[in-house]
Nanobody, 121 residues
Framework: HVQLVESGGGSAESGGSLTLSCVAS????????MAWFRQAPGKEREGLAS???????IIGDSVKGRVTLSKDNAENTLYLQMNRLKPEDTAMYYC?????????????????WGQGTQVTV
């Protein structure tokens, strides 16, 4: 099993920046791939960025150029920095983890999820 705990959400000004954190624990094989998703009311869960345990990063088109994904392996923490925030970035942000997947930004592929952290711009 894998446990994921997100933090760092809150209110931010349009044009500002925010960094979200996801601390992972549990079986390392089951969290070889970690990703960030978001879901706004009435919308589907959207994949933002993923990182595999060998460092491969995929950034979703909707946030490309505005996000930076990084990981502290010693702390088992995945970070998502978002810049130039827009009101449409308002959503619940979730961290997800699983084994290596064929579609790293597809929400339905993931078994493990955090409880989410709200971002309001």
């Amino acid at each position: 099993h894998v446990q994921l705990v997100e933090s760092g959400g809150g209110s931010a000004e349009s044009g500002g920046s925010l960094t979200l954190s996801c601390v992972a624990s549990g079986d390392a094989y089951s969290r070889a791939l970690m990703a960030w998703f978001r879901q706004a009311p009435g919308k589907e869960r959207e994949g933002l960025a993923s990182m595999s345990n060998d460092g491969r990063v995929i950034i979703g088109d909707s946030v490309k150029g505005r996000v930076t994904l990084s990981k502290d392996n010693a702390e088992n923490t995945l970070y998502l920095q978002m810049n130039r925030l827009k009101p449409e970035d308002t959503a619940m942000y979730y961290c997800a983890a699983d084994r290596l997947l064929m579609r790293p930004l597809e929400a339905s592929e993931y078994q493990y999820w955090g409880q989410g952290t709200q971002v309001t711009v």
